[in-house]
C-alpha cells in the first residue's frame, strides 16, 4: 500500500513538472520569435561570404599546340601559314612512321577485339542457359525439343562471332608484323 501511494505521487509529480515545462515552452511571446528571425537574417547579410573551390572543371586544360599555332591566321599576318597547312607534311595518325600511326591502328583493333570478346561471351552464356532451358508450355517444349531453333540459331551467333575474334586476333598479328618489318618500335602496337 506505501509503494502504491509513493508511486501515485512520483506519477503525479512527473505529470506537474511536465506540465510546467510545456506551459513555459508555450508561453514564448511571438515578438521575440520574429526578433529572433532578424537577428538571424543580420547575422547572415554579415557572415563573410563562402571561399570559391577549385576544382578541374576551373582549371583550364593544356592544350597540344602552341597559342601561335592554335590561332587561325588571317590574311593580313602573313599568307605563309595557310600554305603551310595545305602543303605541310601529312598529320601524325596518316604517316607510317610516327607512334601516332600505329598506335592509332592498333587502338581501333583492339577496340573492336575487347567489344567482340564480350558479345562473345555474352552469346555464349545466353546458350547455356537455353540448353537448359524449361518451358512450362508443353507445346513450346515438343516444338524446341524436336527442332531446337532458338539453341541452333544462337550457337550459330556463337560461332560466328568465334570466328570474328580469331579474325580480329590475326589482325593484331598482321599489324606487329608489319610494323615489325616497317621498322617501327614494336612498342607502339602494344
Known amino acids: 500500500m506505501v509503494t502504491k501511494t509513493l508511486l501515485r505521487v512520483a506519477l503525479a509529480g512527473i505529470f506537474v513538472t511536465c506540465a510546467a ?5 508555450q508561453a514564448t511571446d511571438p515578438d521575440d520569435v520574429a526578433a529572433a528571425a532578424r537577428k538571424a537574417r543580420d547575422q547572415q547579410k554579415t557572415a563573410p561570404k563562402p571561399k570559391k573551390v577549385v576544382t578541374n572543371d576551373d582549371i583550364p586544360s593544356k592544350s597540344t599546340a602552341p597559342d601561335a599555332a592554335a590561332k587561325p591566321a588571317t590574311p593580313g599576318e602573313g599568307g605563309q601559314a595557310e600554305g603551310q597547312a ?7 595518325e596518316d604517316d607510317p612512321k610516327k607512334e601516332a600511326y600505329w598506335h592509332k591502328r592498333y587502338s581501333e583493333i583492339h ?3 575487347t567489344q567482340a570478346e564480350k558479345d ?3 552469346y ?3 546458350l547455356n542457359t537455353d540448353q537448359v532451358q524449361y518451358y512450362n508450355d508443353p507445346q513450346k517444349a515438343l516444338v524446341e525439343q524436336h527442332n531446337r531453333t532458338e539453341i541452333n540459331d544462337k550457337t550459330a551467333k556463337v560461332d560466328a562471332k568465334k570466328k570474328e575474334v580469331e579474325g580480329l586476333k590475326q589482325q593484331l598479328t598482321d599489324l606487329e608484323e608489319e610494323c615489325r618489318k616497317s621498322g617501327c618500335d614494336p612498342g607502339w602496337v602494344r
Open 124 to 126: 555464349q552464356r545466353e
Open 120 to 122: 562473345l561471351d555474352v
Open 86 to 92: 595545305s602543303n605541310g607534311a601529312p598529320k601524325d
Open 21 to 25: 515545462v510545456a506551459a513555459s515552452a
Open 111 to 113: 577496340d573492336k577485339l
